[in-house]
């Protein structure tokens, strides 16, 4: 390599917090992966993260040649401040992250220039253009990169502290077609995934634990899915995924999840009404399979988180006690509730700019956890209250009264500290105030 250079990548914390109630991931308690993943493909460099939720931007950055900054939607307008200041001290920007590929021509105006998808292929390039003057506005990783060149993210660069659990990515992609989903937009949404063994040494390398797997959707190959969690069994890791509600059928998946130390998942169940399931194109649900799906997994003792989403054109009022209905029914042990969040920059997101129903501007309220569409069949003030009685009633009448089943049906998982430790890291969170504090 010819020249070495200095890097800073920077991950802007996330302003939002204060408006939910519900489970929450500390996200000071685990490392986040987008950096580390950057790091990876940045070749013989010099290479510093830092993590807005736990430290500082350093005031002196002369000693870096160019600052990366990782951009999600509801992160954005802090990464277009941390941008703008850094341009004031005369640094080179760069952006990447999900918001560069929804919104490149407003994230092209706060950064020298951006990466659209996946960094180990544009990353490389656009280092070398940097070194040699040549430094382009727009790198877009268009030959999507496959999963078998997905190195290892440098977790020798995260910041030495006591974490309670890993992120770790097996995959990338999803054969769904969910239209609220940010994967339908972009030119990166085919499903790849990583070399089987190296990602069994990957895991062998990290310490704790207890690992959460980000794919989007791992169980779009089951053979895949089923072949990389028996060459896991011998870590003995503690684990949790986010799966799609059509693994119902797959006994066989669901025992060697188990044998390998699944102790959680948070299912996309999204909705207890299934015309909003035609509406948005989610194919794969179907609300009377799901007492099915979660008696299964509580059969292999998984527990069940699940995830819906409230503000549908198809929801009106009686939504709320259909969900109550549904989640006693089907006897889920958690459940976490998002507000409707079409992205900027996308076909869902003009339609209702169209019908003239996006009620805010601000992309930091664009975190699922604000209502941010006008909905169609109630008021706004009817879906917020919706969801925050739904929370208080199912808190107080169905968890609180379940907390002991849920616990023993961990049995032998349970007996594992590190995960008793993660799971009491977890944060209750509470709606304080219709005021983001931002
Ligand atoms: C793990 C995760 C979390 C974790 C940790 C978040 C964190 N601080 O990293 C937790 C559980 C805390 C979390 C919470 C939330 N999350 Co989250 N999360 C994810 C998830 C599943 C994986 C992220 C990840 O690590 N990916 C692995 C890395 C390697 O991939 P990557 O980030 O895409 O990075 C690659 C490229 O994008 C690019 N790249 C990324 N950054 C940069 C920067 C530079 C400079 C360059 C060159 C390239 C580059 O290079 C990387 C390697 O190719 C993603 C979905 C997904 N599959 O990405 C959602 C996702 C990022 N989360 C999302 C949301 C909405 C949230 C919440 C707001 C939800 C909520 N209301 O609670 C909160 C916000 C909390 C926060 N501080 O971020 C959305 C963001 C959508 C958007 N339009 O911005 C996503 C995309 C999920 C989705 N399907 O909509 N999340």
Known sequence: MAKTISILLIQPRWPGLFYRRKIKVNEQKIHPLSLAAVAASSGGHNVKIIDEAIENIPTDVSSYDIVGISVNTFTSPRAYKIADSLHDKKKTVVFGGTHTALMPDECLAHADSIVVGDAEDTWPVLLADFISNGLKPKYLSANQVSGRSIPSPRRDLFKKMKRVAAYCQISRGCVNQC?????????????????????????????????????????????????????????????????????????????????????????????????????????????????????????????????????????????????????????????????????????????????????????????????????????????????????????????????????????NKVLSIDLLSFLLSLGWNYRTSRVSRL
């Open 179 to 411: 239209m609220f989903c940010y994967l339908q937009y972009v030119p990166y949404k085919t499903f790849r995934a990583r070399d089987i063994e190296e990602v069994y040494y990957e895991l062998k390398s990290i310490n704790e634990d207890v690992i959460l797997f980000v794919d989007d959707n791992l169980f779009c190959d089951h053979d895949y899915a089923i072949e990389l969690f028996k060459r896991i069994i011998p870590l003995n890791k503690k684990w949790w995924i986010q799966a799609p509600t059509d693994i119902y059928e797959d006994e066989e998946l669901i025992s060697v999840m188990s044998a390998s130390g699944c102790f959680s998942l948070s299912i996309g169940f999204q909705t207890a009404n299934d015309c909003n399931n035609r509406d948005a194109l989610m194919r794969q649900n179907n609300v009377d399979n799901y007492k099915k799906l979660v008696e299964l997994l509580h059969k292999y003792e998984i527990l069940v988180d699940g995830t819906f989403i409230f503000g549908f054109d198809g929801d009106s009022k009686s939504v709320f006690g259909d969900t109550e209905n549904l989640i006693r029914y089907t006897g889920l042990d958690t459940y976490t509730f998002y507000f409707l969040t079409p992205y900027p920059g996308t076909k869902y997101y003009r339609h209702f700019l169209n019908e003239g129903r996006i009620l805010h501007e601000d992309w930091a309220l664009f975190d699922w956890d604000h209502v941010v569409i006008e909905p169609k069949n109630m008021t706004e003030d009817e879906l917020l209250e919706g969801v925050e009685e739904l929370y208080i009633r199912l808190d107080k009448t169905y968890f609180s009264r379940n907390i002991i089943r849920n616990i023993s049906r961990y049995k």
